[in-house]
């Protein structure tokens, strides 16, 4: 391919690994050429001048929120895009979108709608008869249902990687939880919904809307609550059990028919229950775990469907994966972490890669966005990733300093 081709473009919010080390990687092996548009262009080229390698042909300055702008900007700049991608949460709706405006491959962007927005996923959920916690919006001013079972787990409508979810026991916490949420974010939904008991699961899947490959899952492992951080998640294989199956019939049935999904679960007494939708690749570091188990082909697999070829299922060459988080319990000066390493043993890949920086300041969210770092193992037998862990974790070190220590 050449640079005459219509390009790649691919929107983006602020500067992600996924992207810069994912997905452009593979669109330069496709011989893609690339035009990035993202509000934060001076962040992204920034970013290309430390890494030029892959820096895409161009990098646009552009409101990616709004469809229209993006279509304006394209049209403006005399861009016709051979595909429009993005593996950003907020903005699948709005790629969804330009996609449809060009002709393109590209999600239902109704779909995306409702994928993002938590109380729009109950609704559908709820209208195609499928598993459905109980739920109900919050905005300011509005009173806790009388009819609000407890234990409930409060969230923001459109949140990500945790972030202000939390388990309220009565409506005393929840109030608490309330007034402090809406003090920080304004005019913001909260959803509340019934707190299910079970344990969490994934479901990966690629389509090309003629068929859907299950490619496997994550089983999670979460703190204790009220407050709900990834802990560790271990690759438990293609979709092959019971519960596994159920699940994919149920991300289906919700509409889920293009390009790569993330899917959360909660296996219940009664089954499985879909409570959160991700439609892009999975994300904390797993995406390049997939990579490694599929040789080196997840990202380019994914960009594939978009440029309107047919999916091929993927093959793992591994069965055996682990990843660990590791998760700040105090606020500090971070004064020491462990530098990023990558292993490559006969029988396992190990990869620790740090995820903030000597000198940061720590300030707790109880969520995700707590990490320090994350590390990863692929491995040929579930004993070889046993050994790798045990070979790697006691080297790991971080310091947080408090008061006059930092």
Not at 77 to 88: D, E, L, Q
Not at 157 to 171: F, I, K, T
Not at 330 to 352: F, K, W
Request: with cysteine.
């Amino acid at each position: 391919m050449t640079d005459n081709l219509s390009p790649l473009v691919i929107l983006t919010h602020v500067c992600h690994a996924a992207v810069t080390d994912g997905f452009l990687p593979a669109a330069h092996r496709l011989g893609l050429p690339v035009v990035l548009l993202t509000d934060h262009r001076l962040q992204h080229l920034e970013y290309f001048g430390r890494a030029p390698e892959h820096a895409p042909q161009q990098v646009i300055e552009c409101d990616v929120f709004n469809p229209l702008s993006v279509i304006d900007v394209l049209h403006g700049a005399g861009i016709r895009p051979g595909a429009v991608f993005s593996n950003s949460d907020h903005l699948q709706t709005s790629t969804a979108l330009v996609a449809e405006a060009f002709g393109l491959p590209g999600k239902p962007w109704r779909v995306c709608y409702d994928a993002k927005n938590k109380a729009a996923m109950r609704e559908r959920l709820r209208s195609l008869g499928l598993p459905a916690p109980w739920f109900e919006s919050l905005m300011p001013g509005q009173a806790i249902p009388a009819h609000a079972p407890w234990p409930l787990i409060a969230k923001p409508r459109e949140g990500v990687a945790s972030l202000d979810v939390q388990l309220c026991s009565n409506p005393g916490e929840l109030q608490h939880y309330l007034q402090a949420f809406w003090q920080r974010h304004p005019g913001r939904a909260v959803l509340l919904e019934e707190f299910l008991h079970g344990p969490l699961f994934t479901l990966e899947t690629l389509s090309d809307r003629r068929r859907t490959q299950a490619v496997g899952g994550f089983d999670v492992t979460l703190s204790e609550p009220p407050h709900f951080i990834e802990l560790e998640a271990r690759w438990n294989g293609p979709a092959g059990t019971q519960q596994r199956q159920q699940a994919l019939a149920q991300v289906l049935a919700f509409g889920v028919d293009f390009g790569v999904c993330h899917s959360e679960f909660i296996l219940t007494e009664r089954g499985p229950v879909l409570v959160e939708i991700n439609y892009r690749s999975i994300g904390d570091g797993r995406e390049f775990m997939l990579d490694r188990m599929h040789g080196g082909r997840w990202f380019e697999a994914i960009l594939r469907l978009h440029l309107g070829e047919p999916l091929v299922p993927l093959q793992p060459a591994s069965q055996h994966a682990l990843v660990r988080y590791y998760v700040a319990s105090e606020e500090g000066r971070l004064l020491q972490i462990s530098d990023d390493c990558a292993q490559q043993h006969e029988r396992a890949h190990v990869a620790y890669r740090r995820l903030r920086q000597q000198g940061d300041e720590i300030r707790l969210s109880r969520s995700n966005k707590d990490y320090l770092g994350t590390l990863s193992i692929v491995a040929q037998t579930e004993h070889d990733l046993g050994q790798a862990l045990e070979a790697t974790e006691p080297g790991l070190q971080w310091h947080i300093a408090q008061g006059a220590d930092a």
